[in-house]
């Protein structure tokens, strides 16, 4: 073995590939299915498409004091099956998971268990052919599958976020192999999330702690409102109900019975899920959870009967509108929409966005 | 054909291990502070411990502090209030 000091990583040497993939999983650096091994040809190739120098740090994880480098992350991003066109999304995704609000290491030590969803829009998802429609969630798509796969690999291998032992996850997340979609900008009746961010001729990546996806379908809406109610509905399940964020993904079916009128932008789409996204305060104490807070339970008076006092009626998810971010994706036929709540039991991760800077070029 | 590879972890990352409080000689009597990491009754169980330790040692509750978010990191200035406080130990705890 030798370490390379530009890289900070060691060189191995093995007899060939099917001994390199053996020797992936004997070292503990997969997710359980093979890796391509990283050679230093296709390392050096991955890390041509970005302008950094290898040792830049790209992602810090703040409780364990890890950080990950440029060439640490094309390490991995060669195993998890990318290609260096990939590479700049997973760049700007580890930049923006970075970000204080995001809560890197809760979200990806907590028993919630989450799946760090990436959402990529703008010009970039058709340049590389990322999947926007039929089967967005998986699977079938290389630039999806890769650029998800490879966050999940740097949480393995450089962060050490290994399940069981710091990734202490209850029951884990299907999303915890790979979660990456992209926006669909056809059959889309609404700015793209990067016009609405103020980037209309670049690509931005959104990160979002997301818990359990939920399928939303109701093929008996023909209006707006029962669209959008029976979202509403899903986001207001007592199971993920807090004041945390929520990604909302309609069909384009949907989006177009809702866009058919006019009035329907994107922001009263917004205003009226979170209207109509809450509970009874009395369901919420049915099951036995504190209503107004996520926060300590200690503060909440009690009657003689046990019931709680000085609580507002209703519970809403999240805290306004604005903590819902809302695109189109999938498949052409099907009222098929999703919800995918925050993680865990409220704001404990902020959704975070990064501009996606462009492959270089040459 | 012989593979050069490199491997996916960082080698020389190394994480600073923060060294042990001084051993107390004594717990009679001493000044206890509380950290509640936030979770829901942590600071029962917080509190019940330090009811023990009272009852064992004598000694009383002066700093009650919570971190507010199991989640998140801690946040510096509490680190610092928990640095400088003037007790002989802290008692934290993990709640649900």
Do not use: Y
């Given at each position: 073995m030798v370490t390379s000091k530009e890289s900070r990583q060691t060189i191995i040497r093995v007899d060939d590939v099917s001994s390199a993939i053996e020797y992936c999983y004997e070292a503990g650096w997969t997710d359980g299915l093979p890796v391509v091994p990283p050679t230093v040809e296709l390392v050096d190739a991955m890390l041509e498409?970005?302008?950094?120098?290898?040792?830049?740090?790209?992602?810090?994880?703040?409780t364990t004091r890890r950080s990950c480098t440029a060439h640490a992350a094309a390490v991995n991003a060669v195993m998890a099956g990318c290609l260096p066109a990939h590479f700049p999304i997973v760049i700007a995704a580890m930049k923006a998971m970075s970000k204080t609000g995001f809560n890197y290491h809760g979200s990806t030590a907590s028993t919630g268990g989450s799946g760090h969803l990436i959402v990529v829009s703008g010009p970039i998802t058709d340049e590389i052919d990322m999947n926007a429609t039929g089967n967005l969630f998986g699977s079938g798509n290389r630039a999806n599958a890769a650029i998800g796969r490879t966050i999940r690999l740097i949480h393995l291998n450089v962060f050490h976020m290994q399940p069981n032992v710091t990734d202490k996850s209850t029951q884990g997340n299907p999303g915890k192999y790979s979660l990456c979609v992209a926006e669909r900008s056809d059959r889309n009746p609404w700015p793209l999330l990067n016009e609405e961010m103020g980037h209309p001729d670049e690509s931005v990546v959104v990160v979002f702690a997301a818990g359990g996806f939920h399928n939303v379908e109701n093929h008996f809406a023909a209006t707006p409102e029962q669209a959008l109610l029976t979202v509403a509905d899903s986001m207001s399940c007592l199971d993920s109900l807090t004041h945390g964020q929520s990604v909302v993904v309609l069909s384009p079916e949907t989006a177009e019975i809702v866009a058919a009128d006019a009035f329907w932008t994107k922001s009263r789409v917004r205003n009226f899920l979170f209207e109509n996204a809450y509970r009874e305060n009395d369901a919420l104490q049915r099951i036995g959870r504190p209503t107004d807070t996520d926060a300590d339970r200690s503060k909440y008076k009690f009657s003689n009967d046990g019931v709680k006092e000085g609580l507002t009626e209703r519970y809403h998810r999240g805290l306004s509108a604005d903590d819902i971010l809302l695109f189109v994706g999938g498949g052409d036929a099907g009222a098929h929409s999703s919800f995918l709540p925050s993680w865990s039991r409220g704001r404990n991760s902020i959704m975070q966005s990064e501009v996606i800077v462009p492959i270089k070029k040459g | 054909m012989v593979i050069e590879m490199y491997t996916p972890v960082i080698d020389d990352q190394r994480v600073e291990i923060a060294s042990m409080a001084p051993r107390l000689s004594t717990l009679k009597n001493s000044r206890i502070g509380l950290l509640s990491n936030g979770k829901h009754n942590a600071n029962v169980l917080i509190q019940m411990t330090a009811d023990l330790f009272i009852e064992d040692h004598g000694g009383e509750v002066v700093l009650e502090l919570n971190k507010g978010n199991a989640s998140r990191p801690c946040p510096d200035d509490l680190v610092d209030t928990v640095v400088k406080a003037d007790v002989d130990f802290m008692i934290t705890a993990v709640g649900d």
């Open positions: 498409a970005v302008e950094l120098d290898p040792l830049t740090v790209i992602g810090e994880h703040v | -």
